[in-house]
């Protein structure tokens, strides 16, 4: 049985002339790998490492052997990367979850599911999911997100998710009517004038929009309601 290759965490310095910026990179933001296929698993480690916030700590080659290796280098963010033969991304970030608590799971998968509940059962699943040739920098992007306790998936992914969740918007009233407003430009104040609420009101029913269409901020719920539709 393999095991998982622990990396030791290189502590990048700056000039001295530096002293904070050296004390942020001093502690970058640990990330585990794994993949089956070990040219793509290489790849993606170098491209990372090559970030001053980011390195790799340990590279595995399946869910088992990331589930291992979690709980022993305590990674910010686990990348997993799936095979057409391994469709059982849930489960694999489920496990390293379970043995790595604060360890937040970006999924890679070689193409979207074909139904509506396996799609439902990634996003549920894991913290981010992106199709395997998602360019750099939005890989990159992606992890820092990730780091930050944000959640990133590929957009046709939320779209159809959120689609299947009814036959209607899953927005009520009130939150595409405050969607609307902001949509044509207004403040959370101006919004929350022109529909006689409060702004605390407001900002409630934007946090409500933006967790039911899963969206990353009110911008991308705005995006994602037009393009369903429902504004």
Known sequence: MTTALERPLVQRALPHQFPLAAAVA???????????????????????????????????????????????????????????????????????????????????????????????????????????????????AAVRELARGGRVYDPRLVLDVVRAGGQGSPLSRRELAVLGEIAEGATVREAAAALSLSPGTVRNYVSAAIAKTRARNRCDAIRIARECGWL
Do not use: M
């Not at 990348?79 to 489960?91: H, I, R, S, W, Y």
């Open 26 to 140: 001093a502690s970058p933001t640990k990330v585990l790998l794994s993949d089956g296929h070990h040219l793509f698993r290489s790849g993606l480690g170098a491209l990372l490492d090559r970030e001053e916030d980011l390195a790799v700590v340990a590279e595995a080659a399946g869910g088992e052997e990331a589930a291992a290796a979690a709980p022993r280098v305590r990674p910010a963010v686990a990348v997993l990367g799936l095979a057409p033969e391994q469709p059982d991304g849930p489960a694999a970030a489920q496990r390293v979850q379970q043995a790595s608590p604060g360890t937040a799971v970006l999924l890679l998968v070689p193409a979207l599911p074909r139904t509506a509940e396996l799609r439902r059962a990634l996003v549920e699943g894991a913290a981010g999911v992106l199709l395997k040739d998602v360019q750099a920098p939005a890989l990159i």
